[in-house]
């Protein structure tokens, strides 16, 4: 009997899209997984199914496994996918429940190992800096993975250094991304990448210094980072040097010790770390500059304006898109409202001061947008140090929150805004007022609840500045 043989052909490395597409195609011709010859190396057997076909009603975790084991870099991986989808789809519905069977055992080891190597590429790739003509810098790196994930981690490393420009080359395939825009590139060469930097002396310098002899475990050290790995990193070059002189810096250690004094002066340890605490409000605002944001925050930290000793100082939740490119707190849609209703409250806003809880843009991209994201708890009492000497500098006589984050960076405990709006004494040394933020007023869904609540929101203002008064 003749069977006649489908080829797909799929693009090199882990081409999820082109999967997909062709298994829908497949199963909706009803094509058995036998008749099906998976390649991206030509034409053997004629040309791949056209059309599109139904999108396939798959279990969630089948979902979760095949964008895994499309990465994977055993040639089968297409072809015992698309077995798995055969499959489900002709009445064995429940088959990723059945752990011991042995093509879904298969997939789940395949997957892990993926995971794996995505988390091993998070952690372990090291940047170098280039100098370019002009001025310019540019950060590269060198990474060999496994399988076919360097697309998959793609948006990690955009969200975690989306200030730099840099550049990630391995043997399967390229990152570039130049602050604004992402390139998927050919595999890369070893020797394009640079083999050292100014900076890197530095860090051997503070790794060897921090490395402790006494918990030397080469075991743990190869389980948690292979041994493949450390060629690529720095500190690999002096990891076997600190290795063999660990058992005498450990009894110099123990030798140390034994003629130490017991005694300790705090007070020597409180004023040293008194003397690192800014001493005004550019220095301030230059260690905020320098901090690094955690991610996915912008890199550009949009400061406060505004008088030294204002009577008034209002605090936002955080900058938005337009304050973050423009470096200027409440410009945007929310700041104009906020200017007008100043004006309306007979409050003079370049006599007073206006700052943000949060330093630093919080956003999700969508396209070519940034869409808000409101922070997180812990990333408000991470900025909350930075805002509370900045009032300190300030010394307003009113400190007013403008909604849920800055009320809570200001209390250190979330307080709901409409219950607690008025005047607090809940901002410590500051006498404090709890209003709304003028952006919930852009979000009211109709112009009724908007005039109401503005002028409610005017009121408010009216109120916070008798009191500063």
């Not at 550049?167 to 060469?189: Q, V």
Request: glycine letters at 8%; charged letters at 25%.
């Amino acid at each position: 009997m003749n069977m006649t043989l489908t080829q797909v052909a799929l693009q090199p490395g882990g081409d999820l899209d082109g999967f997909r597409a062709a298994a829908r195609r497949l199963i909706g011709r009803d094509t058995p997984p036998g008749q099906v010859i998976w390649t991206s190396e030509g034409d053997l057997f004629g040309a791949a199914p056209e059309g599109e076909g139904a999108p396939l009603m798959l279990p969630k975790l089948t979902g979760e496994i095949i964008p895994l084991v499309v990465c994977h870099n055993d040639p089968q991986r297409y072809g015992l996918l698309y077995t798995l989808i055969w499959r489900l789809t002709h009445g064995e519905r429940h088959l990723m429940q059945i752990a011991s069977d042995p093509l879904v055992h298969r997939l789940y080891i395949m997957a892990k190992s993926v995971r794996r190597d995505l988390h091993k590429m998070h952690a372990f790739v090291r940047f170098r800096q280039l100098d370019l003509p002009g001025g310019g810098e540019r950060f590269m790196a060198w990474f060999e993975p496994e399988h076919f994930i360097v697309e998959a981690t793609a948006q990690f490393f955009v969200d975690r250094f989306r200030g730099m420009d840099w550049a990630i080359l391995t043997p399967k395939g390229s990152l570039h991304w130049d602050t604004r825009t992402l390139t998927i590139g050919p595999p890369g060469e070893r020797a394009a990448a640079p083999q050292m930097d100014d900076f890197e002396q530095h860090w051997l310098d503070y790794y060897e210094a921090t490395f402790n002899p006494a918990r030397v475990n080469p075991t743990v050290m190869k389980r948690e980072m292979a041994v493949k790995y450390w060629k690529n990193l720095p500190e690999a070059e002096i990891i076997p040097r600190l290795i063999h002189e660990a058992a005498p810096r450990v009894q110099a250690m123990i030798e140390r010790e034994a003629e130490m004094s017991t005694k300790r002066n705090p007070d020597k340890a409180v004023a040293a770390m008194a003397d690192q605490t800014p001493k005004s409000l550019d220095a301030l605002n230059r260690l905020i500059l320098e901090s690094v944001p955690p991610a996915p925050f912008s890199p550009r930290a949009v400061l406060g304006e505004g008088l030294i000793g204002a009577r008034i100082a209002f605090v936002g939740e955080q900058p938005g898109d337009q304050e973050d490119i423009e470096g200027r707190p409440f410009i945007g849609p929310a700041g104009q409202l906020l200017d007008r209703a100043l004006e309306e409250a007979g409050i003079v806003r370049a006599e007073t001061y206006v700052t943000n809880a949060v330093k630093n843009f919080k956003f999700k991209p969508s396209g070519k947008r940034r869409i808000h994201q409101t922070p997180t708890t812990g990333e408000i009492k991470h900025y909350r140090w930075w805002l509370e000497r900045e009032l300190e500098f300030v010394h307003p006589h009113l400190v007013v929150a403008l909604g849920a984050t800055a009320t809570q960076a200001l209390a250190g405990k979330a307080m709901p805004v409409m219950k607690n709006r008025g005047a607090t004494s809940a901002f410590g040394a500051w006498p404090g007022f709890i209003t709304i933020h003028p952006s919930s007023l852009l979000r009211q869904p109709d112009e009724a609840a908007k005039t109401a609540g503005y002028k409610a929101f005017v009121d408010d203002l009216k109120r916070a500045g008798a009191l500063a008064a």
